[in-house]
């Protein structure tokens, strides 16, 4: 089964820091990766995905991503945070044995002001 | 319409109580998922249904049953729940037959089993 991994599980940066979550997956196929963000008492919302092509994917809310093939890594980054980043940040793969999304342990990001 | 929906918001029950939770998306999504979410944990898979069929079944106690009426709804059943079933349960759609494995989350229904 194809699982993804996040090492940083709790992240705490001063506003205006940049921020890189790591995030490894564990196949060497084709894969389809998604970062999600879960605001404090509110539901998952997809920030970006990665299918195929470029492998620096934008996303919403100034958030990016790159997908580098040979690290197995798919790390979400952004230059300045702010307060409002303040979240849980999940990484994940879809399955295509299950046909569902696994997700990674999740990292909870804090941003002080 | 990109939103899928879920009833109720907040469910307090009983450990004899019978009860289920809706789930709705009007986006012709064929794939319908539950998860379910502990605090502080990632979303595990519990169920798919793929074109109104159970297509996975990861394990779950018996006592959560799910049901696939008609292409726009999940429910799912709950029957003599125990208190470590309390959790958020989040219902996805994507839309089958494509290579678009997005998926779209409810905002959950937050159950506590007393």
């Known amino acids: 089964a194809q699982s993804v991994s996040q090492h940083n599980h709790h992240v705490i940066l001063s506003e205006a820091a940049s921020l890189e979550l790591g995030c490894n997956y564990s196949y060497g196929g084709t894969v389809n990766l998604f970062w999600y963000v879960q605001y404090p008492g509110q539901h998952l919302q997809l920030l970006l995905k990665?299918?195929?092509?470029?492998?620096l994917v934008k996303g919403i809310k100034g958030f990016e991503a790159e997908f580098i093939k040979s690290k197995f890594s798919f790390n979400l980054r952004k230059p300045s945070v702010q307060w409002s980043d303040t979240a849980e940040y999940f990484c994940a793969v879809f399955d295509t044995g299950r046909r569902a999304l696994t997700f990674g342990s999740g990292t909870r990001l804090q941003v002080q002001p | 319409d990109t939103e899928v929906t879920q009833t109720p918001k907040h469910l307090v029950m009983g450990m004899t109580n019978k009860k289920s939770l809706k789930c709705e998306q009007h986006?012709?999504?064929?794939?319908m998922y539950w998860y379910k979410q502990k605090a502080k944990k990632p979303p595990e898979l519990m169920f798919v249904?793929?074109?109104?069929?159970?297509?996975i079944n990861e394990s779950v106690p018996s006592r959560f049953s799910p049901e696939c009426p008609n292409s726009s709804l999940l429910n799912l059943h709950l029957h003599a729940l125990q208190p470590e079933d309390s959790a958020l349960y989040l219902c996805?759609?994507?839309?089958?037959?494509?290579?678009?494995?997005?998926?779209?989350f409810g905002p959950g229904t937050r159950l506590t089993v007393t």
């Open positions: 986006m012709g999504h064929r794939a």
């Open positions: 996805a759609s994507r839309k089958e037959g494509t290579r678009d494995y997005e998926q779209y």
């Open positions: 249904y793929s074109y109104e069929k159970l297509s």
């Open positions: 990665y299918f195929s092509g470029d492998p």
